[in-house]
């Protein structure tokens, strides 16, 4: 008995194991995070020299791996789905050990590795690290003078740019911030006695 692999996202497409003990035997899929229940992922396919009666006739398990239980096997087929939609930001990878039996009267069996590569999605907007900062200016300070920095993280990867963002003042204060570093300069003379307090929004927004 032989496993091989039928998915244009395997990198293998056909492997010998000839030992029901050796499962060393890695083949890869991928699937992009939060796809829904009963998307297909690929497919196992056992043959065996066997061609007739219950030899022939094979029975497919996940026996390790599914962490979660994020994904199924078709028993009869050996097609791979989603059971439970899978967030890359907690599962970047999977490896399951999948077993197929025959149905002999001595039934043989053997076993293989799948690993399942979660891709990430921009499904996380970029948060600042306060949602409130507060600073004291001398009201001498010059114009280009670097006052405040703001900072935010976004826990996408960067896959796609998905963690790569922008920073921006909406209002018409005088103040800028440089859309990269989030520096906060002095865009014109500060007076105390025309404005005493000044409150600016900053907007982080993804970079494309």
């Given at each position: 008995?032989?496993i091989c692999?039928?998915?244009f996202?395997?990198?293998v497409?056909?492997q010998?194991?000839?030992n029901?003990?050796?499962?060393?035997?890695?083949?890869?899929?991928?699937?992009?995070?939060?796809?829904p229940?009963g998307t297909f992922?690929?497919k196992v396919?056992?043959k065996d020299?066997d061609?007739v009666g219950n030899n022939?006739?094979?029975?497919?398990s996940?026996?390790?791996?599914?962490?979660?239980?994020?994904?199924?096997?078709?028993?009869?087929d050996?097609t791979?789905?989603?059971?439970v939609?899978?967030?890359?930001?907690v599962?970047?990878?999977?490896?399951l050990?999948?077993?197929?039996s025959d149905?002999?009267?001595?039934?043989?069996?053997d076993?293989?590795?799948?690993?399942?590569?979660i891709?990430?999605?921009n499904d996380n907007?970029?948060?600042f690290?306060?949602?409130?900062l507060?600073?004291f200016l001398?009201e001498?300070?010059?114009?280009g003078d670097?006052?405040?920095r703001v900072?935010?993280k976004d826990?996408d990867s960067?896959?796609?740019?998905?963690?790569?963002f922008?920073f921006?003042?909406?209002q018409?204060?005088?103040f800028?911030?440089?859309p990269?570093?989030g520096?906060v300069?002095?865009?014109?003379?500060?007076d105390r006695?025309?404005?005493?307090?000044c409150k600016?929004?900053?907007?982080?927004?993804m970079?494309?």
């Amino acid at each position: 008995m032989h496993i091989c692999l039928n998915n244009f996202h395997c990198s293998v497409t056909d492997q010998m194991i000839t030992n029901v003990s050796n499962i060393e035997y890695c083949f890869s899929f991928s699937n992009i995070e939060n796809t829904p229940t009963g998307t297909f992922i690929g497919k196992v396919v056992a043959k065996d020299p066997d061609v007739v009666g219950n030899n022939a006739v094979f029975r497919y398990s996940i026996i390790s791996g599914n962490v979660n239980s994020h994904f199924l096997i078709d028993p009869d087929d050996g097609t791979l789905s989603v059971a439970v939609p899978v967030d890359f930001e907690v599962t970047r990878s999977v490896l399951l050990v999948i077993e197929v039996s025959d149905f002999g009267s001595i039934p043989l069996s053997d076993k293989c590795t799948v690993n399942i590569s979660i891709q990430d999605v921009n499904d996380n907007p970029p948060e600042f690290a306060t949602a409130t900062l507060t600073e004291f200016l001398p009201e001498d300070a010059g114009v280009g003078d670097v006052v405040s920095r703001v900072s935010a993280k976004d826990i996408d990867s960067d896959r796609n740019d998905n963690n790569v963002f922008l920073f921006r003042i909406p209002q018409d204060v005088p103040f800028t911030v440089d859309p990269r570093s989030g520096n906060v300069t002095v865009k014109e003379p500060l007076d105390r006695e025309l404005q005493e307090r000044c409150k600016a929004q900053y907007i982080s927004y993804m970079y494309k």
